[in-house]
């Protein structure tokens, strides 16, 4: 009994579908053009016409106006060429007899290459190349459009229709042609025009470039998902979603000085990011236990040996993890999630314990009820506050202003001795790469070596 809504069996072996790369060529099979002889033309559907064109940079409503319509065709080479006739009609493989076609499905994740009978009604099921492959033919395919035009350019004193359908593409068309290969963004052979804004949008999105032609991604991000958002339109930019604005080195030294000696001390750090006062408690001879819930900082700190609690600081109570000598931390600024961070960072402190920490600027001056509420909370307990200068944070990638906050458990007035607490940031420079560590640090915080 036969099955008819059995799934069609391939002709073409799949060891084979590469081969129609290295066979693809312009210009259709012609009865009549004997340079054509030995080819099949190729028809493609209209969607993947479309992504030829905008490849190559070709204009399809300037293509018709000037009655251009570049076709294709694919050389018969040797396993086409038996599948076609071992499996269809006509003995005699050539373009008399068939043509092949190339479309995608309803679904637009699946293709199907078929051959098709010239003189009647009637295909056979070649291949069904996966996604990856038929971007490989159109890259191809608009490569030798790319060369036509170029070639049409300076062979005739005016612009032959294919050269004048050639445009200039926008940023947003240029960024679709971008890539996608294993865990990295690929550029495109074609030159972009809008290359240095779309570099720096990539960079933006975390990847970091690398003179083979591609983006890459640290552990944690997903080069597939940045690469579908920046084809969408939208502006990627995980560090600030995560508002992780790295710690600069001397502001680094500041918070962690104003802890003390930390040597054999409990300390926290909430909201690690990559580590940067962790990294400083810890030389500096401290037990530190560090809190981070995005997944490119966890790999990163666990990458340093950390043991690292990853969960949103906030959900996280003192009752699981002990209170502690010192709490230093550079948390979230926005939405005044500042002063929520340093509120609760207040419950893990043990009496005479100290929290040294940077803060946003905008609870100094704010008239919402929170922010007065919290301008009484750093009063009550006594607050040493010194507001950072504007652009310490350039380098992290943004322009925010800072406040710099240390308080005392024991509500201990230090107002008096503001600077003593803000001193220390000279710290104690390392002989073999000049590198200064924290007062009282074993080893330097960049080679490791001893003090």
Known sequence: MIDLFARPVACLPDEAIPLILGNLRLGGGGWDDKRQQGRLWLRVSDEIRAQIYLLAGLDHKELQRNSVCPSFSVDLFPELKLAIGENMIYSQVDDRSYYLELFQIANGDEYRLYAKYQQIIGSRLMARPAKSMVTAICIALAAQLMEQAKQADSARNAPAPLALARKAMTEQEEINLLLLSGDRIQLPEQHLRHYARIKARIE????????????????????????????????????????????????????????????????????????????????????????????????????????????????????????????????????????????????????????????????????????????????????????????????????????????????????????????????????????????????????????
């Open 204 to 451: 933006k999105a975390g990847g970091s470039y690398n003179a083979g032609g591609y983006f890459e991604f640290p552990a944690g991000l997903n080069a597939g998902e940045v690469l579908e958002q920046l084809k969408g339109g939208k502006v990627v930019n995980p560090r600030k979603d995560q508002q992780f604005f790295a710690t600069p080195p001397e502001l680094a030294l500041s918070v962690i000085a104003a802890a003390g000696p930390l040597a054999g001390k409990r300390v926290l750090e909430p909201s690690a990011g990559d580590g940067a006062l962790a990294d400083l408690a810890r030389a500096a001879g401290a037990e530190v236990v560090v809190i981070e819930n995005w997944t490119v900082n966890v790999l990163k700190l666990e990458a340093k040996g950390y043991e690292v609690m990853d969960r949103d600081f906030l959900t996280v109570t003192p009752q699981e993890i002990g209170l502690f000598d010192a709490v230093v931390a550079n948390p979230p600024f926005t939405r005044g999630l500042d002063m929520t961070h340093v509120e609760h960072m207040w419950k893990f402190l043990k009496p005479g314990g100290t929290l040294t920490v940077l803060t946003s600027t905008a609870w100094d001056d704010g008239t919402q009820r929170k922010q007065q509420a919290f301008r009484k909370f750093l009063a009550d307990n006594n607050a040493a506050i010194r507001r950072i200068d504007p652009g310490a944070f350039k380098a992290s990638g943004t322009g925010v202003g800072a406040m710099h906050l240390v308080l005392i458990k024991t509500g201990k007035a230090i107002d008096d001795d503001a600077d003593e607490a803000f001193d220390g940031i000279n710290g104690d420079r390392c002989s073999e790469c000049d590198v200064v560590s924290p007062s009282g640090a074993l080893r330097c915080v960049c080679c490791a070596e001893a003090l």
